[in-house]
């Protein structure tokens, strides 16, 4: 279907974006990459009256690590990510993730904000931004203000973000000494959105699991953070009883929808099984 007439406005500035979002309020959205937003409005899904393109503003684009962290600018591309060296060195967790995303017409528009903002459960970002613990740079006509993904996530499509508010940048935290992470995503085929897949990330002290963070896609309403199944793992020795054990208390927080990815149980157990890899491929990156 053709999506519904709307005023197209391309700014340069984050002010000048934030004065016509807020201009035009309820009826105004902001589009980056287009690749949800735009689907959903051939759908009739969403009718915006007025589009922001956010891809003029060159405050919003780029990589740089910044005192420990590294901060995305909102209007990264997944395959500037993908291609990004130093990053892929500090966080590969967020290359891994990036290749795993559709396909490659799709990484070359899709942002990493748009993917983060969006909220999808189908997303893949949303639940590695959750495992990294990463905070989201906003910017409204109030001012700036910045919100742990942890907080960010209210139902699907539901987030804390206000009208006439735009996510900048994204902030991930340097991870821990001896850390490794991983990201495992189950999936019909190339380019389509997890049946589930698990985020880890855990780091290593005497042989013992010192700090874990598990996070879980598309089996739920948003991703979802596991947080008993990561507190389980601390002082365990990584490994296959220890790995299970988590798997289940993950699974025993999912709520997934029966749909074109298969029925309930099928897609609460397949949420297990990418916990099991992807804490164990987390423990081998650690050195474990
Ligand atoms: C065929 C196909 C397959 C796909 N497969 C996957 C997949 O496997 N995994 C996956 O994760 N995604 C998948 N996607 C979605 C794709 O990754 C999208 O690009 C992404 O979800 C949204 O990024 P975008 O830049 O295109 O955002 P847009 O579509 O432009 O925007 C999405 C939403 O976020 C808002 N928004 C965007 N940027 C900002 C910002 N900076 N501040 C505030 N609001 C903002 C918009 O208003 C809109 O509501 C697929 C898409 C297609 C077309």
Redesign the pocket.
């Known amino acids: 279907m053709i999506p519904a007439a709307f005023t197209y406005y391309r700014p340069r500035t984050v002010p000048d974006a934030l004065s016509l979002l807020g201009a035009h309020s309820e009826e105004a959205?902001?589009?980056?990459?287009?690749?949800?937003?735009?689907?959903m409005m051939k759908l009739r899904l969403a009718t915006p009256d007025h589009l922001v393109d956010?891809g003029a503003i060159a405050a919003?684009k780029g990589i740089r690590a910044e005192g420990g962290a590294w901060v995305l600018g909102?209007?990264t591309t997944?395959a500037e990510l993908i291609a990004h060296a130093g990053l892929a060195r500090a966080l590969p967790i967020l290359r891994e993730t990036a290749l795993?995303?559709?396909?490659p017409q799709?990484r070359a528009?899709?942002?990493v904000?748009?993917?983060v903002?969006?909220g999808?459960p189908?997303?893949?970002?949303p639940a590695v931004m959750l495992c990294l613990d990463a905070a989201l740079e906003v910017a409204g006509r109030g001012g700036a203000r910045t919100i742990r993904a942890r907080e960010f996530y209210r139902g699907a499509f539901i987030t804390a973000?206000a009208a006439g508010?735009?996510?900048?940048a994204i902030r991930i935290p340097a991870p821990p000494a001896k850390a490794g992470a991983a990201y495992v995503k189950l999936?019909r085929k190339t380019?389509?959105?997890?049946t589930a897949a698990a985020a880890a990330m855990l780091s290593l002290e005497g042989g013992r699991i010192a700090t874990c963070a598990i996070a879980l896609t598309n089996v739920a309403p948003t991703a979802l953070l596991a947080e008993a199944a990561a507190a389980g793992l601390i002082g365990a020795a990584p490994g296959a009883a220890a790995f299970a054990a988590a798997a289940a208390a993950a699974e025993a927080i999912t709520d997934p929808a029966a749909d074109g990815h298969g029925p309930v149980d099928y897609r609460r157990r397949m949420a297990g099984v990418m916990v099991r890899r992807a804490l164990a491929a987390a423990a081998e990156r650690a050195g474990g």
Do not use: C, F, W
């Open positions: 959205r902001a589009i980056a990459g287009g690749h949800s937003l735009i689907p956010l919003l909102a209007t997944q795993q995303i559709a396909d799709v528009r899709g942002t904000g748009g993917n903002v969006n999808d189908g997303n893949d970002m973000l508010e735009i996510v900048t999936k380019g389509d959105y997890a």
